[in-house]
């Protein structure tokens, strides 16, 4: 069993900044990607920014050069820095963490923390 929980969100002005933090727990003996996805009422999931086990980062068009995502292996822990934050960014942000066992990935999801960009 995995535990996957976020935190770091909330109500930001537009133009400021964030961190949003996710920590998973369980039964983890290695993990290979971690992410960020978001979502909106009236859209689908979307890839927010994910990174590897070896480092190697992917972002969504839309938050290049704004947001940078990080993690410590050693705690598990994956982090999503956002700056210059737009009202647009305004979502339910969800940590996706995929761990290892034998041959098998998995994926787990967090419970979701709220992120509200005012104009």
């Known amino acids: 069993q995995v535990q996957v929980v976020e935190s770091g969100g909330g109500l930001v002005q537009a133009g400021g900044s964030l961190r949003l933090s996710c920590a998973a727990s369980g039964r983890l003996f290695s993990i290979d990607a971690m992410g960020w996805y978001r979502q909106t009422p009236d859209k689908q999931r979307e890839l927010v920014a994910t990174?590897?086990?070896?480092?190697?980062?992917n972002y969504a068009d839309s938050v290049k050069g704004r947001f940078t995502i990080s993690r410590d292996n050693a705690e598990n822990t994956v982090y999503l820095q956002m700056n210059s934050l737009k009202p647009e960014d305004t979502a339910v942000y969800y940590c996706?963490?995929?761990?290892?066992?034998?041959?098998?990935?998995?994926?787990?999801w967090g419970q979701g923390t709220q992120v509200t960009v005012s104009s």
């Open positions: 996706n963490v995929r761990p290892i066992v034998g041959s098998i990935i998995y994926s787990n």
């Open positions: 990174i590897t086990s070896g480092g190697s980062t």
